[in-house]
């Protein structure tokens, strides 16, 4: 069966700090991937999704960025962390062939400050 | 351009009370419709999905949902509410590449 692995659960960052979360999908291959942010009543905004090695593309202009450097690996970076930064970021994956629901990793918190 | 709307922010009800939770979309062609929910701190659990056939969709918890094209809405029940459906309730569309559209969230608490 796929699962779906995100890392650290929580992290608190100074201003200016760099960034980087990691989410790994296992039991799947070539898997759409997306990251999404979740600020305090703002439901869920998509930030980036993937749907293949080196292909990213993005929603909203921001501060961060992402990678895919393998099929199943999905990195959220940052050269410099920003106080709006702050929020709940969540990984997710569906098939490539789309048409479905999408699944979720159990997010990170994060903090700047 | 796709959009959901969950007119709702927060909504409390007394357990053993019916909810129903509103979800409004805006989508060119017949939608994936979804719920999702989600306990605090948490990743989002799926409540069950429209694609096609009956518009009376059967999810887990008790859940149910409906889906009507004539209001372009996919309301989600549950005729009597526990304790432990407190949570987020988001509602979203299926874009094009397999992306999610979401809602705002409809947080609910349950009354003892």
């Known amino acids: 069966s796929q699962t779906i692995h995100q890392w650290p659960a929580t992290l608190v960052q100074p201003v200016g700090s760099p960034l980087s979360l990691e989410c790994t999908v296992e039991?799947?291959?070539?898997?759409?991937l997306y990251w999404y942010r979740q600020a305090a009543g703002r439901g869920l905004q998509l930030l980036f999704y993937?749907?293949?090695?080196?292909?990213i593309s993005s929603e909203v202009p921001q501060n961060l960025s992402a990678s895919r450097p393998q099929d199943r690996q999905f990195i959220l970076s940052s050269k410099k962390l920003l106080l709006s930064d702050s929020g709940f970021y969540l990984c997710?994956?569906?098939?490539?062939?789309?048409?479905?629901?999408?699944?979720f990793g159990q997010g990170t918190r994060l903090t700047v400050v | 351009a796709q959009s959901v709307t969950q007119p709702d922010i927060h909504i409390t009800v007394s357990e053993g009370a019916s909810l129903e939770l509103r979800c409004n979309y805006s989508?060119?062609?017949?939608?994936?419709l979804f719920w999702y929910v989600q306990s605090p701190g948490q990743g989002l659990q799926l409540l069950l999905k429209?694609?096609?056939?009956?518009?009376l969709v059967q999810g887990i918890k008790g859940f149910e949902a409906e889906f009507k094209r004539s209001q372009s809405s996919f309301n989600l029940r549950k005729p009597s509410v526990h304790w432990s459906d407190a949570a987020e309730y988001f509602c979203?569309?299926?874009?094009?590449?397999?992306?999610?559209?979401f809602g705002q969230g409809t947080e609910l608490s349950v009354k003892p």
């Open positions: 039991g799947t291959s070539n898997p759409n």
């Open positions: 979203a569309v299926g874009a094009r590449g397999g992306k999610l559209i």
């Open positions: 993937s749907v293949g090695i080196g292909q």
């Open positions: 989508y060119g062609a017949t939608p994936y």
């Open positions: 429209y694609f096609s056939g009956d518009t």
């Open positions: 997710a994956w569906n098939p490539w062939t789309g048409g479905t629901e999408a699944f």
